[in-house]
């Protein structure tokens, strides 16, 4: 399904990526149980657009539902630039990333803002053809409205069988609520 | 409820929820004018979209409250268009100028006019559009009419149609083309009423004015407007129109959103 879709937004700037529910890296998938909040019952898959702004889980009209996500998703405007280099060094990725602030409040760990660096590889696992490989992330502190900010990370995916086939997203969010309550992607970025 | 009583009722919805298409001509004439010429509007209209339709024009009279104007109605084939020619006269035997409000009643309409000055050699003619009564000028801000002259060799006639039941109050500042503000003009319309201020210019400096241009703005609540200039050759009366346009910074450039879709799940 997830594939089907893949396809039909192949020209948009859109990018389906899968992990392992039960071991996935870095901690993108607690983006999904903030957005969930508590209590009622959970199936696979989750489902994250924009780091929680929209999610779903279990049986649902898989297409109609996921294409609804991205469309949504795709209406609204980005709230932070970033410019990503990245260059592969041995086994590992360097990625050297600029972040500028384009919201109007000031990212910092008072609202949870952080910027995550993922690496997958085009490889049949799951139910797609984009496997996360690795992730990691680092936190945004003080960063404010129209200001810049320079990151360096390097991260090691593991099990790669094609390194050609080894993509990468970046994807800088924040927590509007503060304390609690859903996370949102100010912006991302696709190598 | 029968099939009939439910058309109808349907019908009766969507004519109080304004739905009908509604188009202005902000100017129109059948009239003579400064430095001997002679005003004619010819108005065309089409059937939209390969439908029938039915429309009704009613003419707003200048200088007057038009709660009540006078209006004629026709019908278009699907695909037919209509010339109106010297509309003033003919649709409404009317001696003088207004703005023309044209309602589609059935379908949809698409519409144009020329006016022009009629001379012995020819006609001089200036294109005015049908304008979509959505896109009238709001309150609160200021829209600008460009290349406008006052001189011995060109005049510069401004008009307004006040679009809504209630009086507006407008504020016209003229400026030369390095900024310089020459004076305010007040206008307050009557309700649907078009104006027209012949010789604007002259009406705040005795000095020509090569290259000039106006600002309008309302300070009415939900005041709803067009604002039009009409630029004429003193010497062969050839005119040009020149809508209002809005007189503000650009917006940003929106950075466009990637997006990700994660999904959670077991391989296999």
Redesign the interface.
């Known amino acids: 399904m997830v594939d089907q879709l893949a396809e039909e937004y192949a020209g948009d700037p859109v990018v389906f990526i899968e992990y392992d529910v039960d071991n996935p890296p870095g901690n993108r998938v607690g983006r999904w149980w903030a957005a969930w909040g508590s209590g009622g019952s959970v199936y696979l898959p989750l489902i994250m657009v924009d780091s929680g702004n929209q999610i779903s889980n279990g049986s649902v009209a898989f297409a109609q539902r996921y294409r609804s996500m991205v469309d949504a998703a795709l209406q609204r405007p980005a709230s932070a630039r970033l410019e990503v280099d990245r260059e592969r060094v041995g086994n590992s990725y360097r990625f050297d990333i600029a972040l500028t602030n384009l919201s109007d409040v000031t990212l910092s760990s008072a609202n949870s803002a952080s910027l995550h660096v993922i690496v997958y590889e085009e490889a049949h696992v799951g139910d797609t053809d984009r496997w996360v490989r690795a992730a990691t992330f680092r936190s945004i502190s003080n960063l404010e409205p129209e200001a810049t900010a320079s990151f360096t990370v390097e991260i090691a995916p593991q099990g790669v069988v094609d390194w050609d086939k080894v993509h990468s997203v970046v994807i800088a969010d924040y927590r509007p609520g503060g304390a609690s309550g859903a996370y949102d992607t100010l912006q991302a970025a696709h190598e | 409820m029968p099939k009939v009583l439910r058309v109808v009722w349907l019908a009766l919805l969507v004519a109080s929820l304004g739905f009908a298409q509604e188009l202005y001509v902000p100017a129109a004439a059948h009239t003579s004018g400064a430095a001997g010429t002679v005003w004619r509007t010819d108005l065309e209209v089409k059937a939209r979209g390969g439908e029938a339709a039915s429309f009704t024009v009613e003419l707003l009279e200048e200088r007057t409250a038009n709660t009540d104007p006078l209006s004629a109605t026709f019908s278009l084939e699907a695909g037919e268009s209509l010339r109106l020619v010297d509309v003033v006269d003919t649709a409404f035997g009317f001696y003088g100028s207004g703005a023309l409000r044209l309602t589609a009643a059935d379908g949809g309409i698409l519409a144009t006019s020329r006016t022009y000055n009629t001379n012995p050699n020819g006609t001089f003619g200036q294109y005015i559009p049908a304008i979509d009564a959505e896109t009238a000028a709001e309150h609160g801000r200021d829209y600008v009419l460009l290349q406008l002259s006052s001189s011995e060799s060109y005049r510069t006639n401004v008009g307004f149609v006040n679009v809504t039941g209630e009086s507006l109050a407008l504020e016209v500042d003229l400026f030369t083309s390095s900024a310089v503000l020459l004076g305010s003009v007040p206008v307050t319309l009557r309700p649907y009423e078009m104006r027209q201020i012949p010789a604007v210019f002259t009406q705040v400096t005795s000095e020509p004015v090569d290259d000039g241009y106006a600002v309008v703005r309302s300070s009415t609540e939900d005041g709803r407007f067009f604002a039009y200039a009409s630029v004429v050759d003193n010497l062969s009366g050839d005119a040009i129109f020149i809508p209002a346009q809005l007189d503000e910074p650009l917006a940003p450039p929106?950075?466009?959103?990637?997006?990700?879709?994660?999904?959670?799940?077991?391989?296999?």
Request: proline share 13%.
């Open positions: 929106v950075e466009p959103r990637f997006v990700v879709f994660e999904a959670f799940m077991r391989p296999g």
